[in-house]
């Protein structure tokens, strides 16, 4: 991917968190949410919303393109955790334009 399409993709969740009014929170890395429990949910966006900023800013250094990857896929994994976004919706959110 694009460092465009990276940012552009972060733009598209970043505006539904915005809406839907989730707050950017690191998840506890000790603990587990459940995606059935509404707390456990809310939880993963939390820290979906939080991965955001620190995959825009590794998406503009080249050295990254790991890191950004691995964020992102944690990001669109939590998306799919909680009932966001189909797979197949994360997939196309990731190809060429």
Known sequence: ???????????????????????????????????????GKREMLAHAHYLLDGIAKYAQDPEKVGKTGRHLGSAQMLLWCAGWYTLTELMDHNRPD
């Open 1 to 39: 991917m694009t460092t465009a399409k990276i940012l552009s993709v972060v733009a598209l969740y970043r505006a539904r968190f915005e809406k839907e009014g989730i707050p950017k929170i690191r998840m506890n890395p000790d603990t587990c949410p459940r995606s059935k429990d509404t707390g």
